[in-house]
């Protein structure tokens, strides 16, 4: 073990972040609670870069300032912002590269990856179980997927047991 680790355990895990945006970005709560807050402070921070490292200068060709100012879903910042300054084509390219899915096989230690099937920022429908040796691939991964929890297990329009919070204390 190169790093002395020995095991992990994670929660919330975004295996795809390409099929997940549309999640996270649905109109109505998702979209007014969470993806437009961010947004904003995405875009805050974008303006303290451009401030810090362009002396203020919007036509830096670092990233678009303009357009991640003007930005309207966090993918649009993305392709703006995060992928010019580190090098991706766009935001689906930067999905790609880095969303964790793709990697779950180089995964070495047993680690116990744990998310609510009512996740809203989650594709429903995506779970690759297939890629861990339970489900026959080559990754000693855990998965489980509890009916209810919500995400980082905050449910706040329900009461009663939180299915993440009893699995995760098991």
């Given at each position: 073990l190169r790093y002395n680790v020995r095991g992990a355990s994670v929660s919330d895990v975004p295996f795809d972040v390409e099929r997940n945006n549309p999640c996270f970005e649905a109109p109505g709560f998702?979209?007014?609670?969470?993806?437009?807050?961010?947004?904003k402070t995405l875009k805050v921070r974008a303006r303290e870069q451009l401030d810090l490292f362009c002396d203020g200068d919007e036509g830096t060709d670092l990233f678009d300032y303009v357009t991640a100012r003007d930005a309207e879903t966090v993918a649009d910042f993305e392709?703006?912002?995060?992928?010019?300054?580190?090098?991706f084509d766009d935001n689906v390219d930067y999905y790609r590269c880095t969303s964790c899915g793709y990697f779950l096989e180089g995964i070495g230690v047993p680690t116990l990856v744990l998310n609510s099937a009512d996740d809203p920022f989650m594709d429903p429908n995506h779970w690759p179980v297939g890629k861990t040796r339970e489900g026959g691939g080559p990754a000693p991964i855990r998965m489980i997927r509890t009916e209810?929890?919500?995400?980082?297990?905050?449910?706040?329009?329900r009461r009663g047991p939180n299915d993440v919070a009893v699995a995760a204390a098991a």
């Open positions: 998702n979209r007014a609670v969470y993806s437009d807050n961010f947004l392709t703006a912002y995060i992928a010019r300054v580190y090098g209810r929890g919500g995400h980082s297990a905050f449910v706040f329009h």
